[in-house]
């Protein structure tokens, strides 16, 4: 994706091979702006003057929008109308006395960050979002606490001094919430401050917390990726070989819910049912579901959808630098399982969508096996659903 900061950028010098190998759910990194050159390179992203036409031109409601401060705590009815409308003025006045403004999943009003999710989630495989917090100078949002997903911080604006701790809870749970009080934090391991242009990386269960520094308001986006874990695999597979195996569909034992139950006999039965589903799963039919569930969820590129002029014999496409999709037939039709969802042709679009995927350059007569009405048609339907982009002449 020309112009989108990359992960190789983004973890630059280590860069993403000796990131994926050496840091991805192991350990933090911290990359500074003075190693790459380039202590504005997180603002073509955003802006704490776009945050202010977003607040001051937009409106939010509750869940869009919220507000958090260490001390006093802030309340959702502090700023959070009758309706579920989100009073922007008293964000304003709550920024002024020290409240952090957070904006959760920017990225689906914001085109750049938009762009840079996406660069990432073909690169991770996994959903990918952003939280934005903008902080007054010398306030603290959160107490120590950590995420149960891997996260990129990338400061914008302002400097903001971090504190890294340990990973009591080790590696937590999609759905596993910090408790406070539930684990010590204890002495920090690693203290720092992120500077414009800084990257931490942190990875989910490392304790931290953050406070920006006196003189100057601090933005930065935090950047998480909510993965598919083993565990998630191995459920699906499981359920995938019961489809196949009259064994994995039997009942549990009578009585199992009684104290003298015999688990050691249960034990057995467990052992050679997981043995059966090992052999009977479908490796490829369970990544398939993952690899066409995953590209259906993401949200597509739709833009340039509404400036281009009509289709004709002359128009030529190409597959968006950013989309990603796979095929799919059914021995009558073909689909391009892509973001937003299947966009499905006649089979004899095949050849013509096997060139789309490689890279390729086609028009209306790569279409042309299915009439003069459908392979227009076909050009302007990967178009209409953000796979292609023309290509200037």
């Excluded at 990918?128 to 010398?138: C, E």
């Excluded at 390729?360 to 076909?378: C, T, Y």
């Amino acid at each position: 994706m020309p112009g989108v900061l990359s992960l190789d950028q983004l973890t630059a010098p280590a860069g993403e091979g000796r990131f994926l190998r050496e840091y991805w759910e192991q350990k933090a990194l911290h990359c500074r702006a003075d190693e790459t050159g380039s202590a504005d390179r997180f603002t073509p992203l955003l802006s704490s003057a776009a945050i202010d036409a977003l607040i001051s031109g937009q409106r939010f409601r509750e869940g869009e929008l919220s507000l958090a401060r260490s001390e006093p705590r802030i309340a959702p009815g502090d700023y959070v109308l009758d309706n579920g409308e989100i009073d922007r003025g008293a964000v304003m006045r709550l920024w002024q006395q020290g409240a952090t403004i957070i904006l959760p999943h920017l990225e689906r009003r914001h085109a750049p960050l938009a762009q840079f999710c996406r660069q990432l989630e073909s690169v991770f495989s996994a959903h990918v979002q952003t939280n934005i917090y903008l902080t007054p100078a010398g306030a603290q949002g959160f107490h120590t606490h950590y995420d149960n997903h891997c996260v990129f911080v990338c400061q914008v604006e302002g400097r903001k001094r971090w504190r890294l701790y340990d990973t009591p809870a080790g590696t937590p749970f999609r759905g596993e919430q910090f408790t406070p009080g539930k684990f010590a934090a204890g002495e920090p391991v690693a203290e720092f401050v992120l500077e414009p242009g800084d990257m931490l990386y942190v990875p989910r269960g490392l304790m931290h917390d953050a406070v920006s520094e006196a003189g100057s308001h601090s933005l930065h986006i935090t950047t998480g990726i909510i993965v598919k874990t083993l565990a998630d695999f191995l459920l699906e597979a499981v359920a995938e070989a019961s489809l196949h195996s009259a064994h994995l569909r039997r009942s549990m034992p009578p009585g199992f819910h009684l104290d003298d139950f015999d688990r050691e006999g249960l034990r057995a039965v467990f052992d050679g049912a997981m043995e059966e589903a090992r052999r009977t799963a479908d490796l490829d039919a369970v990544v398939d579901l993952f690899a066409d569930t995953f590209l259906r969820s993401r949200q597509p590129d739709l833009s340039g959808g509404l400036t281009g002029s009509a289709v004709t014999a002359d128009t030529r496409i190409r597959k968006r630098p950013a989309a990603q999709m796979r095929l799919g037939q059914d021995g009558r039709h073909v689909a391009l399982v892509m973001a937003g969802g299947d966009v499905s042709f006649d089979e004899p679009a095949l050849p013509a969508l096997q060139a789309f995927i490689a890279g390729q350059i086609v028009s209306q007569a790569d279409f042309a096996a299915l009439g003069d009405d459908k392979a227009r048609e076909a050009l302007e339907r990967l178009l209409a659903f953000g796979a292609a982009e023309r290509v200037q002449t």
